[in-house]
């Protein structure tokens, strides 16, 4: 089993639409979780953080999180093309924070 | 505030050959990190710096990379001999603290390494 996992896509959606995009870890006691999104040729650049259950919103990105099922996930409401990316989880432990491998987000105008 | 500098962008270079990349991370950033991120895959941590001490190195393949970062600020991660495995963006970000939980870390541009 990875630590974390997420659906390499790609995850199409319309413009205007709600995009949801799921993580899943392993480690029990990860403390601290991220969505980055990296253009392609581009590094990562953070959208949200979360650490505690619930959901986090800023602007149009909401991230929620559910540590009893180890399950994170980042919506993106009215999808622009712009945010046409790759979109990373990351999930961090003592010390060490992995990346899952992505999820390819398409957003048609 | 300055972002997370990385030189060169771009390296071709033979298999068996040496290169080595740098980095500045954001100024007052306690922890440097270098990751490797092949085409298709999340970043890989190689090794993770605080101040100038190693935290983790354990995905550092040692016998063909070394990193180091000798006055606590500036890096540098070196490859030799290159093998065409190696061939991937190599990444390195920093973060303002040394706190347990993990902070946010904030990516430089990148090196891409082609090797042949």
């Known amino acids: 089993q990875k630590e974390v996992e997420q659906n390499s896509g790609p995850l199409s959606v319309p413009e205007g639409a709600i995009a949801s995009l799921n993580c899943t870890y392993s480690d029990r006691v990860s403390q601290s979780f991220f969505w980055y999104r990296q253009y392609s040729g581009k590094s990562p650049e953070l959208i949200m953080s979360?650490?505690?259950?619930g959901d986090k919103e800023d602007g149009r990105f909401t991230a929620q999180l559910n540590k009893a099922s180890q399950y994170v996930s980042l919506l993106i409401r009215d999808s622009q093309p712009s945010d046409s990316a790759t979109y990373l989880c990351a999930v961090g432990g003592f010390q060490k924070l992995v990346f899952g491998t992505g999820t390819r987000l398409l957003v048609s105008p | 505030e300055a972002g997370v500098a990385q030189s060169p962008r771009y390296k071709i270079i033979e298999k068996r050959q040496s290169v080595a990349f740098w980095c500045n991370p954001i100024s007052g950033h306690a922890t440097l990190y270098w990751y490797q991120q092949i085409l298709g895959q999340g970043p890989k941590l190689l090794i993770q710096f605080q101040n100038n001490g190693v935290v983790d190195d354990s995905q550092l393949p040692k016998d063909r990379f070394s990193a180091e970062r000798l006055k606590g600020v500036d890096s540098t991660l070196k490859i030799q001999p290159a093998k065409l495995e190696d061939s991937a963006v190599y990444l390195c970000?920093?973060?303002?603290?040394?706190?347990?939980?993990?902070?946010?870390?904030?990516f430089g541009p990148g090196t891409r390494l082609l090797v042949l």
């Open positions: 979360i650490y505690s259950n």
């Open positions: 970000a920093s973060s303002r603290g040394t706190s347990g939980r993990q902070e946010t870390q904030y």
